[in-house]
């Protein structure tokens, strides 16, 4: 699979290299589990009104595996990716983290949880405390990954180096605070992070959705080779399922709650079974045709 | 941070809050430099009213100055005509057939009731008048005496005065055109809102009264503040058990109304033990709970933001995170109930003190000890003392007004939808 030839805007020097879909084959069931969880459900009751947010959801994701979770908007995909994070309980359920019952009760067993999973949320405007300029976000995750004693040059370069990546120049950023940036900007720093972070478990809640659509394919691509070269296992959570297939190994698909359908992205996109994947698929214009990144989202 | 500043400074709201506040700061700041007497020291006896005092004695040993002011001896009658005298010339006019109808005995009436007088008396008349029985002699001489004593303005008058007795004695004599410079007369003192009933200088009283009941409101106002944040955050982020037990203690201080357990507290403490900072530090004691509810339920609606996900993510700890990323969301919140509070405890002392409540009567005034005192001393019924009390409700209303002023001028700030 190739990135379409028309995209001819921006020229991206590592576009031959791109490895989208090179493991395409590769069978994920035999790597270890790496998050599973079974009947895992999430009621919210405010006032006297009850949502199911998750609705009894079993999966299994598997080391380096990178698995879609596709739905439209208000089917849960957020509360489940917060649940995975462990910021938020199930109301019932249990989450299994290499193959054990998680178990995160204090907070010292939380903080060592959050080590290894990282997340960029969905929406990048509340994602920033806005009393701290934007190096403070970058300059945590040096800290994080040990870097707490580099030299400051060192730690700029590396902040640069991350913030190329995904097209922002470090150098124009530096020293403003969120509210100086645009969302777009603000959701790229997000990425940015993951790159100075390389965490085991990385949870994207429709990373991309304020990028435009060239620099999505490109940062996407950075992503895809980082996955690549750490064997990350990456949680994409998207509304968007021509994407899902063109980046997944597996998918989920999941309608008020609960997941209707799962398997190898080719399965289920060339195959579906369940009404409402049939649906999402046809909402697709142009599916079966080549790929056109810039149309894609 | 720096535009929010300017922002609040161009807040009209709270500019005038602000000017007010600071103005009266300053006033208790400065004043004790001018006026350096103690506030607590008895200068007469009772209620005297506001205006100039000076020492008559003193006033004769000053030097003299010779004046002929014009209206000298008709301001002397106003002050000094006896009323008996005033009514002698209203039965004459009566009995004359003259129009009474706005003559009167009081101050202000005199020059007219003189007018009148000369305008009506004729010598020859009074001599023809034949006046009720035996008295009609004594009558005319009375008649005549008083006439004298009203036309005598041109011809002066002379006091003697004698020091000392027996062989010693000296005496000297002032003319009623001998003037003192007041300034010059050894004792004399300015009371511009006179005196309380204990004969204390009601204004450097209340400057003094001001400045305590300030630092009363802000200990308190400290208190239920840096009380309520704590517990607000706490409960409010840590949830569970540590919000059920924080919010049960809350609930009992809700349904046991602060100001009974307020005058409770206060009552078992016993009145010579309660000075300043006790009274202070009970009202604040008893006054956290609203602050800690309302940070409370901010911090619940915070912590679940994503910037606070974040930073959990990056392993920062309860203590970083409570400080850097829910604090200052909550500041601007806390400064204005900062300033609520601080007003609510100045009016709690005066509640309070208004009661018998109030701190120690002997080591320094406020606010509400000086109402308490005018209410006991009858100046708001039998003395009508206005003085002694009326400035006193000014500067209490003026403080919240102010403070409750510069408050409004922060929310609009802060919440800019409240902007019209
Ligand atoms: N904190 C909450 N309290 C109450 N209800 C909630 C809460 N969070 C989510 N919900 C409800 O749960 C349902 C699922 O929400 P969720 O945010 O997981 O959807 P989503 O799939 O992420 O949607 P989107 O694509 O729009 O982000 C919604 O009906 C929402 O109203
Ligand atoms: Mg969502």
């Known amino acids: 699979m190739k990135i379409d030839e028309k995209t001819n805007q921006a020229p991206v020097d590592n576009r031959e290299s791109v490895t989208f879909g090179t493991d395409r084959n ?10 599973s969880g079974k009947d895992v459900t999430r009621i919210f009751q405010t006032g006297k009104t009850t949502t199911t947010a998750v609705d009894h959801v079993n999966f299994e994701f598997h080391k380096g595996e990178l698995i879609s979770i596709v739905g439209e908007s208000g089917s849960g995909k957020t509360t489940l990716s917060k649940m995975l994070l462990g910021l938020l309980e199930p109301s019932s359920g249990e989450i299994f983290y290499r193959g054990e019952p998680r178990d995160i009760s204090t907070g010292a067993k939380k903080r060592q949880y959050w080590k290894g999973i990282q997340a960029i949320f969905q929406d990048p405007f509340s994602s920033y405390n806005v009393f701290h300029k934007i190096d403070n976000v970058l300059l945590d995750c040096i800290n994080m990954r040990g870097g707490r004693n580099l030299s400051k040059d060192e730690k700029f370069a590396m902040m ?18 969120p509210f100086e940036l645009s969302g777009g900007q603000m959701q790229r720093l997000m990425i940015a992070r993951i790159f100075l972070l390389k965490p085991e478990i990385l949870l994207a809640d429709e990373p991309t959705s304020m990028i435009d659509a060239c620099s999505r394919a490109t940062i996407l691509d950075m992503l895809l080779n980082l996955r690549n070269e750490t064997g990350m296992t990456v949680i994409f959570i998207t509304h968007d399922i021509g994407l ?54 | 941070m720096k535009s929010t500043l300017r922002n609040i400074f161009h807040s009209p709201r709270f500019m005038v809050g602000f000017i007010i506040f600071m103005v009266m700061v300053l006033t208790v700041l400065i004043y004790p430099y001018f006026i350096t007497r103690d506030p607590l020291v008895s200068l007469g006896k009772g209620f005297l009213e506001p205006g100039t005092y000076f020492s008559i004695y003193d006033a004769n040993n000053a030097s003299t100055y010779r004046m002929e002011l014009p209206e000298a001896t008709m301001n002397r009658l106003e002050t000094s005509l006896p009323l008996a005298d005033r009514q002698l010339i209203l039965d004459f006019l009566k009995a004359k057939g003259a129009d009474l109808s706005d003559l009167d005995t009081s101050n202000d009436k005199v020059g007219e009731l003189i007018e009148a007088w000369t305008a009506n008396y004729d010598e020859a008349d009074v001599k023809a008048s034949k006046y009720e029985g035996f008295t009609t002699q004594a009558k005319r001489r009375a008649l005549a005496r008083l006439n004298t004593k009203l036309s005598s303005s041109a011809s002066s008058d002379v006091m003697t005065i004698t020091r000392g007795d027996g062989e010693e004695a000296t005496t000297s004599s002032i003319s009623d055109t001998d003037y003192a ?72 201080f809700t349904v046991i109304p602060g100001f009974v357990l307020l005058i409770l507290i206060y009552y078992s403490v016993g009145q010579e033990s309660r000075g300043v900072v006790t009274c202070a530090v009970v009202i604040g004691l008893t006054s956290w709970v609203w ?20 930073s959990k993510l990056s392993g920062h700890s ?99 939808t409240l902007r019209d």
């Open chain 2, 291 to 310: 602050t800690a509810r309302s940070v409370r339920s901010q911090v619940i609606s915070l912590r679940n933001r994503d910037h606070v996900n974040l």
């Open chain 2, 181 to 252: 410079r007041v300034d010059q007369v050894a004792n004399a003192i300015t009371l511009p809102l006179g005196t309380d009933n204990f004969g204390r200088d009601t204004l450097t009283e209340l400057v003094k009264a001001t400045g305590v009941s300030l630092i009363i409101g802000l200990i308190a106002g400290s208190i239920a503040t840096l009380l309520g944040l704590l517990v607000g955050l706490l409960a409010g982020y840590i949830g569970g058990i540590v919000d059920d037990i924080l919010m049960f203690i809350a609930n009992i």
């Open chain 2, 318 to 416: 309860l203590f970083r995170i409570v400080t850097t990323d829910i604090l200052p969301y909550i500041a601007s919140y806390v400064v204005m109930a900062f300033i609520l509070q601080v007003s609510s405890g100045i009016l709690a002392e005066a509640q309070l003190s208004l009661l018998g409540l109030g701190p120690k009567t002997t080591d320094v005034p406020t606010l509400g000890l000086m109402m308490n005192w005018a209410k006991l001393f009858g100046a708001y019924t039998s003395s009508n003392a206005w003085w002694a009390y009326f400035p006193v409700i000014l500067v209490i209303a003026l403080t919240s007004f102010s403070l409750n002023l510069m408050n409004t001028g922060l929310d609009q700030v802060f919440n800019p």
């Open chain 1, 244 to 297: 899902a297939y063109y980046i997944s190994d597996s998918i989920y698909i999941m309608e008020h709650g609960k997941f209707v359908e799962s398997g190898k992205a080719e399965e289920v996109i060339l195959n579906p079974k369940a009404p409402y994947t049939k649906r999402l698929i046809s909402d697709v214009p142009k599916i079966h045709e080549p790929w056109d990144l810039s149309t894609v989202g």
């Open chain 1, 160 to 177: 640069t180096e991350a913030c190329s990546f995904v097209n922002l120049k470090f150098a124009e950023l530096t020293n403003k605070y």
């Open chain 1, 26 to 35: 590769k069978d994920f069931s035999k790597e270890p589990l790496c998050l």
